[in-house]
């Protein structure tokens, strides 16, 4: 088999055990990146050449003494909005189109520290604001299954990357989503964490409430393998959450779900829901079932608020953020200028996207003196309600089960224009977020057209474990991860 198809975990024990050389590892994806890259446009950064030096290097270290870490050696490729030391980090935005860390995030640190291999840095939806890529500065990223549908956003390139098996392995930022859904749209997994389990450090901050760095894969098994390589306390985040890491893989080992109690709100179920989606994911809980899950209906009624008060929080946050990005500290300066409110006008005019812009101005009108109690407190305050709906949910089940997103991966240009509809496409991911926990989307089938649909399970906070079991259960009983897009 070649090396690209195998999954991370299979890869890392044929690295450990000898069979295969780093070396060898960078080649077979250099090659494949070479083959798919031109029609996927995944990454906006390649750094192959320097991930073959490297692992060259680590060649040379274990010839004498052949002793791996978890991550040694595996090539992984990341979300172009994670700081990486002396590699550009754009945010796929023009403001930040020449930027180079001076350091790096604190996941980069912990993959650094156990020598795995950088193929590149991934597209995104600019300063990650997007369902579909297409906000990049550079273009947008393709999906794999469909080369002219979107792979999701805003994680879309990472997504993309795994799909394409351009690298065995990727980080994403999901804020609203943007792990999740376009995992469902490219048909790999993708692991939104508790928020505070993984360091937000050296994250570019979109929205600091509510932003969450996780793993997108090609499998469950893949998941928990990277997460428990980047969770765990951080002082230099001050939202991260000090407590044990636990041992995400051991959770796997049991394959069946009795005692396992699993909630399906109605909610999620309505109208706007394609009907392929809906068959599909009934199909997957009716799975649930058969494994000894006890499935049962719940509410969850707070949800059609979850839109509004995610774009009140989310804008805001943005708008303090991006406050920084005035043409003087760093990043683009517009050219020309008369004075010193010229020079930020511009900058910010000239450096920004239209959906980052539009974003600033909607963030900066709902904190504005006599809007901030109307829109923002108010926003805030049903966010807890929100929070609340899930609380009461979690008394009576271990494990919701929702779709991952209402419809499958659509058209390149088909939502550009409305802007409204785009935001619905995350309508199922954003209360996660809204409350701090934990959720995964994995493949449960496919539309007639031969696109991915996934299945949404959202935990209780801090409960990974249960969420991976119940996910991982599943994708072994069903086998749907093993279909691979075919590109020509």
């Avoid at 749209?185 to 994250?203: A, D, E, I, N, Q």
């Avoid at 079932?289 to 989310?314: M, N």
């Avoid at 701090?436 to 991915?452: D, E, K, V």
Wanted: net charge neutral; aromatic share 8%.
């Amino acid at each position: 088999m070649s090396l690209h198809k195998l999954t991370l975990i299979d890869l890392q024990r044929k690295f450990a055990a000898g069979e295969v050389t780093a070396t060898e590892i960078v080649r077979a994806y250099s090659l494949r990146i070479s083959q798919v890259e031109p029609k996927v446009k995944a990454f906006v950064t390649q750094t192959r050449e320097a991930a073959c030096e490297q692992a060259e290097a680590l060649d040379r270290k274990l010839k004498g003494w052949r002793k791996t870490m978890p991550l040694s050696g595996m090539p992984l490729a990341v979300k172009d909005n994670i700081c990486t030391d002396g590699v550009p980090t754009t945010c796929s935005s023009r403001m930040l189109q020449n930027f180079v860390p001076p350091y790096d995030a604190t996941v980069i640190s912990k993959l650094r520290a156990q020598d795995y291999l950088l193929l590149g840095k991934t597209n995104l939806d600019e300063f990650a604001m997007g369902s579909s890529t297409e906000n990049s500065a550079f273009g947008p990223s393709r999906n794999p299954w469909n080369l002219q549908c979107v792979p999701g956003g805003s994680s879309g390139g990472s997504a993309a990357a795994v799909a394409a098996e351009e690298c065995v392995a990727a980080l994403g930022s999901d804020t609203g989503g943007s792990i999740r859904q376009p995992a469902a749209f490219c048909g790999v997994v993708g692991l939104k964490p508790t928020y505070g389990l993984v360091s937000r450090y050296g994250l570019v901050a979109f929205a600091s409430s509510l932003d969450q760095i996780g793993p997108i894969t090609k499998n469950v098994s893949d998941a928990a393998f990277l997460l428990g390589a980047i969770a765990g306390h951080d002082p230099l985040d001050s939202t991260s959450i000090d407590r044990p890491v636990p041992d995400y893989l051991k959770a796997l080992q049991k394959r069946d779900l009795k005692r396992l109690r699993v909630g399906v709100p109605v909610e999620f179920f309505t109208e706007g829901l394609d009907p392929e989606v809906d068959r599909t994911v009934r199909s997957a809980i009716e799975e649930l079932s058969h494994l000894g899950a006890e499935v049962k209906e719940i509410r969850l009624p707070r949800t059609d608020a979850a839109v509004a008060v995610y774009y009140v929080v989310a804008t805001a946050e943005a708008s303090s953020n991006l406050a920084r990005f005035d043409g003087v500290k760093f990043g683009f300066r517009a050219k020309e200028t008369k004075d010193l409110l010229d020079l930020y006008i511009k900058t910010r005019q000239e450096g920004f996207g239209p959906e980052v812009k539009r974003r600033i101005m909607l963030g900066t009108y709902v904190l504005s003196a006599g809007y901030y109690d109307a829109y923002y407190g108010k926003a805030q305050a049903v966010r807890t309600l929100v929070c609340q709906d899930f609380e009461a949910a979690f008394k009576e089940v271990d494990v919701i089960v929702t779709p991952t997103t209402p419809t499958p991966a659509f058209k390149l240009g088909e939502k550009s224009e409305d802007p409204l509809q785009m935001y619905l496409s995350d309508i199922f991911t954003i209360s996660v977020n809204l409350a701090g926990l934990p959720a995964i989307s994995l493949p449960c089938g496919f539309s007639r057209a031969g696109l991915p649909i996934g299945l949404q399970l959202i935990g209780r906070a801090f409960e990974e474990e249960t969420v991976l079991r119940a996910a991982h259960a599943y994708e072994q009983s069903t086998q749907w991860y093993h279909q691979k897009p075919i590109l020509r």
